[in-house]
């Protein structure tokens, strides 16, 4: 027998060493029973995986019904309050009043519009000497105002108005 110690390795131990990362693959042993719980473990996932992800489906269903059927359920509570309301006949009345503008008989009804006075609105502005921007859309006032004049059906006689560079009836021009 030869002792190795102190020399340098061979080819052979050389190329051993080399191989030895690319070979650990074939130094695996696989037992029966390893066989067997791959087996078992690659069944359960074929099997199991779609029922359990259907079982999260139908979960995730079941919880946006529930959701919907309290939102119903809260949706019918109100209604039904507001059918017990329209059900007696002073709060008939009062709608009707508030609504429709109804008075009952022998009463004097009075409408008044634009309640607010000249005085309040211009009071809550304040007084400055620099320029303002005004709280108005022109923009929509003057598409308004075109779409009025457009589509009116008036002639300028009717609205009073005199076409500029007609002639008046008497003779003259504006």
Do not use: C, H
Not at 69 to 77: G, I, R, T
Not at 164 to 174: L, M, N, S
Request: charged content about 15%; glycine content about 6%; hydrophobic content about 45%.
């Amino acid at each position: 027998m030869r002792s190795t110690v102190g020399r340098a390795p061979r080819s052979a131990d050389r190329r051993s060493m080399a191989a030895a990362p690319t070979n650990w693959l074939r130094s695996i042993r696989f037992s029966g029973f390893t066989v067997l719980m791959l087996i078992v473990l690659v069944l359960f996932v074929v099997i199991v995986a779609p029922g359990a992800r259907i079982f999260i489906e139908q979960r995730q269903q079941i919880s946006d019904l529930q959701q919907n059927l309290a939102a119903a359920q809260a949706e019918n509570s109100s209604l039904s309050t507001d059918v017990a309301r329209w059900s007696d006949p002073a709060y008939i009345r009062a709608q009707a009043r508030d609504r429709l503008y109804y008075v009952s008989p022998g009463e004097t009804s009075f409408l008044v519009l634009n309640d607010t006075g000249a005085d309040a609105a211009t009071s809550a502005l304040p007084i400055s000497s620099n320029i303002q921007a005004t709280e108005s859309d022109w923009i929509a006032s003057l598409f308004v105002s075109g779409m009025t004049a457009g589509l009116g059906t008036q002639t300028p006689d009717q609205l009073g108005i005199a076409p500029t560079g007609a002639a008046t009836p008497d003779g003259t021009t504006k």
